[in-house]
Structures are given as C-alpha cells and as structure tokens.
C-alpha cells in the first residue's frame, strides 16, 4: 500500500496562484470597470498563496514569501498603473499571479525542465507587462526583451539537453558524481544554463534589454518585474552553481565585476533618472554574482542581498507611479 498523496508547498503556492489568475482573467469583461475589486482579488489570492509554505523548508519559504510579497504590492498599484487601455487592468493583475508562479517555480523546481518552465512563464510575464505601458516605448522595450527571452530560453535547453546528454537525467546535477566521461557535457550545459539566468539578473553582457525595459515600462509594473526576476534568478544560479562545484565561479566572479564596472561607467553618464536605476540594477546584479560565485558561504550573503536591493529597488520604483511612462530628466 502506498501513503497519500503529498503535494508540496511550493506546487500548493502554484495551483493556489493559478487558480486566482483564472478567477480574475476569466471575469475581465465585468471587473475591468472596478480596479480596487481587482486588487482585492489579488491580494487574497497571494495571501493563500503564502500559506502553505510558512511550514516548508527554508528555500521554498524564501522563495514563496519574497515572490508573493512582491506580487502584493504590484497588485496594489494595478489601480494607478500608467497603461496604454484602462480595460486592461484584469490582464495585468493576472500576468502579476501567473509572474510569480513563474518566479517561484524558477526558484524551487526540482529539476532542469521546472526551470526552464518556470524561466519562460516568467520572461513571457514580465515582456508583456512592460509592453502594456503607455505610449510607443514600453511597446518596443517589450518586444525586445521578449526576443532577446526566447533567445535566453532557447540557449537555456541547449544547456538542459547538454546536461542530459551527460548524466541521463533531467535533475539538477551533483558534478562530483557524473562519470569522467560525461562531465565536460555537464559543465558546458550548467554554463549555457548560467547565460540564461544572467539575462533574467541583468549581467553583463546580457544587461541591454533589462536596460530598456526598466526605463519605458509603467514604474510599478517595472518594479515588479525587477524584483521578482532577481529573486528566481539568485535562488536558480545558486543552485546551478553549487551544482557545478565551483566549475563556474570563477566565470561569475569575472562577470559580476564586469557588471559592477559597466554599470558604474554607465550610470555617471545618464541624465535621466529611471536610466540611472536601471544602470544601479545591473552593478547590483554584478554583486549578486560575485557573491555567487564565492562558494557556499556566498549564498547566503546573495540571498540576504538580493531580498534587501530588491524592496529597495522596488520602493524605488513605486515612488515614481503616477509620472508617467515618458523619461524624468536628474536635476
């Protein structure tokens, strides 16, 4: 006899999320006219979303409650969000729920495939929020960053492919124990795998459509997407890299000061303020790698820092909802 089906936290999170983005995007036509029931909708939906992983284990905890956290305040500003149609305020309370579920299953799958799906979902989310902004350019930094996504994604399962290829598995490999004979494949895999992560964290070289997209989205929605792309993308390259052995940290080190150096030299040339936090985002992203790629006690200090310059960052962009999508010239 086998025992009950257990379902875990992270998946409970995960139905509870979809089930409210259904619920919302199913009765569009009639909420599109009242924006704070929309909200309340959301706000509950993420509150039980939370519930089931208060008693998980500490990365799914982190996980869940740092996404759903972010999520909450997104949805409290879907009344306000500066969007090119009012009607489509259902529409994007629904891409915030159905972001998180991505957010959450980049961060806690069990396996290579839940990444990718959980990569997608939120790369196919956050293009679309920041293309729902008013006027011309939220749609082009949209369209861009959803083109330079499908080109992450897709180097992303060349890496999955390249992984299998090498241990005959779809589950996040241990490098120690792959065969002599199949751990090049591995190491080149877990690699391409980092390239795509990098581009949802905003690493050098990979920065220019993150770049764009936190300047032209609406400023919540921006914030948002930041955020929770961050947070997946700490917890997934964490992982990754604890995977590889420290066979990529010297790469993240050298990509995280790379980072820090670019965005540096690039803020001190912006006139124009939401640039400059879109230039911050990546020199944060080049600590968040070197963290990274210092070995175990790394993570830790990433995962601390990515919660606290996440809600920095996204307070940040919140302060500016109501100005408008166009540029905010310094001084």
């Known amino acids: 006899m086998t025992g009950p089906l257990t379902i875990p936290p992270a998946l409970q999170s995960v139905v509870v999320l979809v089930v409210g983005a259904a619920i919302v995007l ?9 924006p ?13 979303a939370a519930l089931p992983a208060l008693g998980a284990d500490p990365t799914t905890r982190f996980a869940v409650v740092a996404v759903v956290v972010v999520a909450a305040l997104a949805l409290l500003l879907v009344p306000t ?22 957010a959450i299953v980049l961060a806690t799958g069990n396996d290579l495939l839940q990444i990718a799906i959980g990569l997608e979902t939120l790369s196919i989310c956050s293009a679309t929020l920041v293309a729902l902004g008013r006027g011309e350019r939220p749609l082009e930094a949209g369209f861009k960053y959803f083109i330079l996504a499908g080109i992450t994604f897709a180097t992303l399962l060349y890496g999955v492919a390249l992984v299998f290829l090498g241990t005959g598995s779809l589950a996040v490999p241990a490098l120690e124990q792959v065969p002599a004979a ?7 895999g877990l690699a391409l795998m980092g390239v795509a992560l990098a ?7 990979l920065h220019w459509g993150a770049l764009d997209a936190y300047t032209a989205g609406a400023p919540g929605l921006v914030g948002y997407v930041m955020a929770t792309s961050k947070l997946g993308a700490v917890v997934a390259l964490a992982r990754l890299a604890g995977a590889a052995d420290q066979a990529l940290g010297a790469v993240l080190v050298a990509v995280g000061l790379a980072s820090i150096v670019w965005g540096v030299l690039g803020a001190l040339a912006q006139h124009e303020l939401r640039r400059l936090l ?5 020199v944060h992203a080049g600590f968040l790698a070197l963290a990274l790629g210092s070995g175990p006690i790394g993570v830790d200090v990433a995962l601390f820092y990515v919660v606290a310059y996440s809600a920095a960052a996204l307070l940040a962009f919140l302060a500016l909802t109501g100005r408008g999508t166009e540029p905010l010239p310094l001084g």
């Open 26 to 34: 199913g009765l569009a036509t009639t909420l599109q006219h009242r």
């Open 36 to 48: 704070g029931f929309i909200s309340l909708v959301g706000l509950t939906t993420v509150g039980l």
């Open 81 to 102: 969000a500066e969007l090119a149609e009012e009607s489509q305020r259902p529409e994007i309370a629904g891409l915030v729920l159905l972001g998180a579920v991505g």
């Open 182 to 188: 199949g751990r090049w494949f591995v190491i080149a």
């Open 199 to 205: 581009f949802k964290l905003a690493l050098v070289p």
């Open 278 to 282: 879109a230039y911050s985002a990546v």
